[in-house]
């Protein structure tokens, strides 16, 4: 079992930054990758960023060149910069987890999320 918890949510103006947070614990075989969704009211959860745990990256063309996702693969953390941010940006924020099962297939966790609001 693995738990996600994300911070560093909250309000911020357009045109500012912020920088969110996903540790994760638990029992981990392996991961594959972590990345980072959002889902704003009404809306279907979208992929913001994502990066396998050798570094490779990957971006929503609306986020790319003002969010950069990273990773510091010795404490399961996983950090998403946001900066330029615009009101369409807000959106509830959760944290993924892809996990290597001993017998090569993939576990898929979630953290609980966290509010980004832009707005001024």
């Known amino acids: 079992q693995v738990q996600l918890v994300e911070s560093g949510g909250g309000l911020v103006q357009p045109g500012g930054s912020l920088r969110l947070s996903c540790a994760a614990s638990?029992?981990?075989?392996?991961?594959?990758?972590m990345g980072w969704y959002r889902q704003a009211p009404g809306k279907q959860r979208e992929l913001v960023a994502t990066?396998?745990?050798?570094?490779?990256?990957n971006y929503a063309d609306s986020v790319k060149g003002r969010f950069t996702i990273s990773r510091d693969n010795a404490k399961n953390t996983v950090y998403l910069q946001g900066n330029s941010l615009r009101p369409e940006d807000t959106a509830v924020y959760y944290c993924?987890?892809?996990?290597?099962?001993?017998?090569?297939?993939?576990?898929?966790?979630w953290g609980q999320g966290t509010q980004v609001t832009v707005s001024s």
């Open positions: 638990g029992s981990i075989l392996s991961i594959n990758a």
């Open positions: 990066i396998t745990w050798g570094g490779r990256t």
């Open positions: 993924n987890l892809t996990e290597v099962s001993r017998f090569g297939g993939l576990n898929y966790y």
